[in-house]
Structures are given as structure tokens and as C-alpha cells.
């Protein structure tokens, strides 16, 4: 579930955590994303991203983000090199990317959203990108997949998450799809936090309040 950076890459940390290793905190820095971002589109910025507040409730300890606003980062473990900038055909108004690690070495979190201009385009982007997930369902026994999708609901917009299971049947990670407004994105997580996949529906839940505000 590596994630694909593309060449115009913007390093930063995210909340209030630090971020990675050689990574670019300054304020400076992160003001210059939110002005790319706003300009790109409808103000879509690295703070429509999830944040390393979001993820304590979910056992997950942040240690660093790393951010992309080129919509050039793969989507999710099922997609292969699929971006959310191949998958609009370049026709987004903006796009925003985020790969965040964690204090588990091997759980890594990678969320890509887009602004699709109109309700109408961002519920079209989000039935491909369930279908895309609904692709990794169907798997022969022994294989890694995503099982049964669960609808969520909450004031900022709505989506599906979904439970990935590895090899063994165990829980692994999962993945979200997530919509509010004319905003449409995808989050992916590898690694468990916990036993209960029941963790991915307050990933998507944090995941849309956020792409909302």
C-alpha cells in the first residue's frame, strides 16, 4: 500500500505531532500548500486531510505525514498505481494526498481527496471508487481482500469503509470511501490497531468531518 509521490512533492507535518524525517515543518512551508491548494480549486488544502488528532481514539500513535497536492499518489492497496488524478481524468479542481506513518513500523495510513466541482461529479467519483474497492472482494481463499462494505453517516457528508483481511483471514487495515459535498476521497489503512474493524468507521468518520470543513 506504498504510496506513489509524484515530482511536485510538499513535505510537512500535519497536527501536532512531528513529522518525518527531513521533513519540512516550517510555517512558511505550510502556508505556501494552502495557497497552491487554494488556488487549484475551492480552497481543498492539507487541512482537509486527516489530522494526527484524529487517530488516538483508533490506538494509532502518529509520528509524521508526509503531503502531496498533485493527486499522484496511488489509492489504495487494491488499485495498484490507480491516482486519483487518473481516475478524474485530470478534471478535478484540486487534489491533496497524504501518507502518514506511524509508531507501529509496519501500519501505514494513506488518504487522496478531491474537489470535483459539482455534488453530481463527487457521487460519480465516489460509485467508481467503491466499485474499485468492490474489485478486491472476490478473492480465492488464502488471498488478501476487503469484506463486506458498511454505509456511515455523519453531519459533514457520508461513505462506506470497509475491513481488509490478510492471507490467515485476520483482520488487516481497510479502507474508506468518503464524500461530502462536491468533495469525494478514498482512505486506506494498513496494519490493525485493534481486533475490531469497527476502527475504520471512526477513521472515515474523522476522515469526512475533516475533507468538510
Known amino acids: ?7 511536485a512533492l510538499i513535505v510537512v507535518g500535519i497536527g501536532t505531532h512531528p513529522a518525518a524525517a527531513g521533513a519540512d515543518t516550517s510555517s512558511a512551508s505550510q502556508s505556501a500548500t494552502a495557497s497552491t491548494a ?6 481543498l488544502g492539507s487541512g482537509n486531510l486527516m489530522q494526527s488528532d484524529d487517530f488516538f ?12 497536492m498533485t493527486g499522484k499518489q496511488a489509492l489504495s492497496a487494491c488499485s495498484g498505481e490507480e491516482t486519483m488524478r487518473a481516475l478524474t481524468k485530470g478534471k478535478a479542481d484540486a487534489y491533496a494526498d497524504v501518507t502518514w506513518t506511524f509508531d507501529a513500523g509496519d501500519t501505514l495510513l ?5 474537489d470535483g466541482s459539482t455534488t453530481t461529479s463527487a457521487t460519480s467519483y465516489e460509485k467508481q471508487l467503491n466499485k474499485l474497492v468492490g474489485g478486491c472482494q472476490d478473492e480465492p ?11 456511515i453517516t455523519v453531519k459533514a457528508g457520508a461513505g462506506s469503509w470497509y475491513p481488509a ?7 488487516s487495515g481497510g479502507v474508506a470511501v468518503i464524500r461530502t459535498g462536491h468533495r469525494f476521497g478514498i482512505v486506506g ?9 469497527g476502527y475504520m468507521e471512526g477513521i472515515a468518520a474523522a476522515a469526512i468531518n475533516r475533507l468538510a470543513g
Do not use: C
Request: no cysteine; charged share 15%; glycine share 20%.
Open 141 to 151: 481463499a488464502g488471498h488478501w481482500h476487503y469484506g463486506k462494505g458498511h454505509a
Open 189 to 197: 489503512l494498513s496494519g490493525q490497531p485493534s481486533d475490531d474493524p
Open 165 to 171: 483481511f490478510n492471507g490467515d483471514g485476520k483482520v
Open 57 to 68: 481514539q483508533q490506538g494509532l500513535a502518529p509520528v509524521g505525514a508526509t503531503v502531496d
Open 110 to 114: 494513506t488518504e487522496s481527496v478531491a
Open 38 to 43: 487554494a488556488r487549484a480549486g475551492h480552497g
Open 1 to 7: 500500500m506504498a504510496a506513489s509521490i509524484g515530482a
